[in-house]
């Protein structure tokens, strides 16, 4: 069964630094890309990048190029989502999800998220 | 913002057709992805490629497509399909992945 799990809420203050995370498994992790999505409260959802762990090939969304960073670990199957310093803005659901092998637009499968609330 | 374009809110009385539609150029070349969201869940896939369903998602879930507008339908809509939806696809340059801006389907 393929699952993917997302670490737990986070509450930090503005200028701080975050990693969150998100952990596959019942699949071969380094064949698929993985992509982060931004929901803030009571808005949509926003595509912010995605990674191929096989190589560690990352695209960023424009709107969150130089704001985040990705990252994976192929020796844990996790995928990383980043901030240097956090912003009140930065507060939102974040989830990830796994590509489809053969375009790579398609999520079939998602982690549950990780509420990360910054404070000024 | 965003490059697909959905109408914010559409109702439907329960048993009844609703159609939702995404527009933008990319369509053109590429499909839609369609997915629900329900507050407090994560967004589940309920349509994916030219007319594919997942595994578990009920056929009257339908999918089209003409020029730059995508458009999922349900058919026969049952109360626990209130929800939002969003379309996804790639933007313009094809680079990158992009969700429409969110339909909400309320039954009545």
């Known amino acids: 069964e393929v699952q993917l799990v997302q670490s737990g809420a986070e509450v930090k203050k503005s200028g701080e630094s975050l990693k969150i995370s998100c952990k596959g498994s019942g699949y071969r992790f380094t064949s698929h890309w993985i992509g982060w999505v931004r929901q803030m409260p009571g808005k949509g959802l926003e595509w912010m990048g995605t990674i191929y762990p096989g190589d560690s090939d990352t695209k960023y969304s424009p709107s969150f190029q130089g704001q985040v960073s990705i990252s994976a670990d192929k020796s844990t199957s996790t995928a990383y989502l980043e901030w240097s310093s956090l912003k009140a803005s930065d507060t939102a659901m974040y989830y990830c999800?796994?590509?489809?092998?053969?375009?790579?637009?398609?999520?079939?499968?998602w982690g549950q998220g990780t509420l990360v609330t910054v404070s000024s | 913002s965003s490059e697909l374009t959905q109408d914010p809110a559409v109702s439907v009385a329960l048993g009844q057709t609703v159609r939702i539609t995404c527009q933008g150029d990319?369509?053109?070349?590429?499909?839609a992805s369609w997915y629900q969201q329900k507050p407090g869940q994560a967004p589940l896939l309920v349509i994916y490629g030219k007319n594919n369903r997942p595994s578990g998602i009920p056929d009257r879930f339908s999918a089209s497509s003409s020029g730059d507008t995508a458009s999922l339908t349900i058919t026969g809509a049952q109360a626990e399909d209130e929800a939002e939806y969003y379309c996804k696809s790639r933007d313009s340059s094809g680079d990158h992945l992009v969700f429409g801006t969110g339909t909400k389907v309320t039954v009545l």
């Open positions: 990319s369509l053109i070349t590429y499909y």
């Open positions: 999800a796994r590509l489809d092998k053969t375009t790579a637009d398609v999520s079939e499968y």
